[in-house]
Nanobody, 121 residues
Framework: QVQLVESGGGLVQPGGSLRLSCAAS????????MGWYRQAPGEQRELVAA???????NYADSVKGRFTISRDNAKNTMTLQMNSLKPEDTAIYYC???????????????WGQGTQVTVSS
C-alpha cells in the first residue's frame, strides 16, 4: 500500500504564511511528478503547483511569486510554502504523487486526504 499524508493546514490571517507538508510512505520504488491541488467549496479541484523528480516546477498564475513548492527525493516528502495568503486561497489542499511501486511496473496517481487552509481575518 501507499499513503500520502498532508499536514500544516490551518487558519491564518490575510497576508500571513503557512507551510504544507506531504509525506509518502509504503511500497514505493520511485516517485515521478508531485503536486499540490486545491478545491474550494462549489469549485473544481485545480492545480496549485507541481514539481518533477528533477526539481522543475510549475505554478498556477494565481500563486506565482507567493507559493514555493519543493521536495526531498531521499525522504519522499514535498512541501508548499505559502506566503502573502489571500482569502481566495481558502480551500482544501491535496497532495498528489505519481508513484511507481515496483521496478518495471507502471506509475499511478495517489492522493492524500486533504488539509484545510482558511485565510480570514
Amino acid at each position: 500500500q501507499v499513503q500520502l499524508v498532508e499536514s500544516g493546514g490551518g487558519l491564518v490571517q490575510p497576508g500571513g504564511s503557512l507551510r504544507l507538508s506531504c509525506a509518502a510512505s509504503g511500497s514505493i520504488f520511485s516517485i515521478n511528478d508531485m503536486g499540490w491541488y486545491r478545491q474550494a467549496p462549489g469549485e473544481q479541484r485545480e492545480l496549485v503547483a507541481a514539481i518533477t523528480s528533477g526539481g522543475s516546477t510549475n505554478y498556477a498564475d494565481s500563486v506565482k511569486g507567493r507559493f514555493t513548492i519543493s521536495r526531498d527525493n531521499a525522504k519522499n516528502t514535498m512541501t508548499l510554502q505559502m506566503n502573502s495568503l489571500k482569502p481566495e486561497d481558502t480551500a482544501i489542499y491535496y497532495c498528489n504523487a505519481r508513484i511507481q511501486r515496483r521496478i518495471l511496473a507502471g506509475s499511478y496517481d495517489y492522493w492524500g486526504q486533504g488539509t484545510q487552509v482558511t485565510v480570514s481575518s
